[in-house]
Nanobody, 123 residues
Framework: QARLVESGGGLVQAGGSLRLTCQVS????????MSWFRQAPGKEREFVAG????????SYRDSVKGRFTISRDSAKNAVYLYMDSLKPEDTAVYYC????????????????WGQGTQVTVSS
């Protein structure tokens, strides 16, 4: 089973940028989806972006379209989330997850999760 480790979080001012990395160890099957979720204090975990482990198809939640970009590097076994024009409402713990979800936003359909990385955006 794969293991996921996130990194790259931190404190940034509004309008700034961060790049999150999800380092994958173990095997990811070709049909798997790699997704980023986030969870703010007192709120449910929400889908941010997803990408196929093999392929270019991507998906984003509306509030991050045009600001966030998900990509993956199969040779490095890593998935990235580039976050630009950050807003205070982007503050959350960001998680990487993988599985074969029929509904990308459904956390129950993911089989492996990382431990999360904190992103804090100050106003």
């Amino acid at each position: 089973q794969a293991r996921l480790v996130e990194s790259g979080g931190g404190l940034v001012q509004a309008g700034g940028s961060l790049r999150l990395t999800c380092q994958v160890s173990g095997r990811i099957f070709s049909g798997y989806i790699m997704s980023w979720f986030r969870q703010a204090p007192g709120k449910e975990r929400e889908f941010v972006a997803g990408i196929r482990w093999e392929g270019e198809s991507t998906s984003y939640r509306d509030s991050v379209k045009g600001r966030f970009t998900i990509s993956r590097d199969s040779a490095k076994n890593a998935v990235y989330l580039y976050m630009d024009s950050l807003k205070p409402e982007d503050t959350a713990v960001y998680y990487c997850a993988t599985g074969t979800p029929r509904i990308l936003e459904d956390t129950r359909q993911y089989i492996t999760w990382g431990q999360g990385t904190q992103v804090t955006v100050s106003s």
